[in-house]
Nanobody, 115 residues
Framework: QVQLVESGGGLVQPGGSLRLSCAAS????????MGWYRQAPGKQRELLAG???????NYVDSVKGRFTISRDNAKNTVYLQMNSLKPEDTAVYYC?????????WGQGTQVTVSS
């Protein structure tokens, strides 16, 4: 049984920053790729950023230069540092982790960017 628990969401003003965390627990030998998605109201879930087990990263164009994904393999945790936040970043943010032959999802954390 594997669980992913996210934290760090909340309300922030435009231009502000937030750091999301996602900790995996349970029967884990190793974690392959990890990533962050988001889903805004009325829109499809979209992949924002991914990070391999070796630390290689990739980003969707809309967050490049503003968001940074990182991971701590000793803690089975992935992070998303979000800077220069915009109202259009408002969404529920989900983490994902590839463990064995399965993908596991977090429960989601709400990020609201508003003045």
């Amino acid at each position: 049984q594997v669980q992913l628990v996210e934290s760090g969401g909340g309300l922030v003003q435009p231009g502000g920053s937030l750091r999301l965390s996602c900790a995996a627990s349970g029967s884990i030998v190793s974690i392959d790729g990890m990533g962050w998605y988001r889903q805004a109201p009325g829109k499809q879930r979209e992949l924002l950023a991914g990070i391999s087990s070796g630390g290689s990263t990739n980003y969707v164009d809309s967050v490049k230069g503003r968001f940074t994904i990182s991971r701590d393999n000793a803690k089975n945790t992935v992070y998303l540092q979000m800077n220069s936040l915009k109202p259009e970043d408002t969404a529920v943010y989900y983490c994902i982790a590839g463990i064995g032959s399965h993908d596991y999802w977090g429960q989601g954390t709400q990020v609201t960017v508003s003045s």
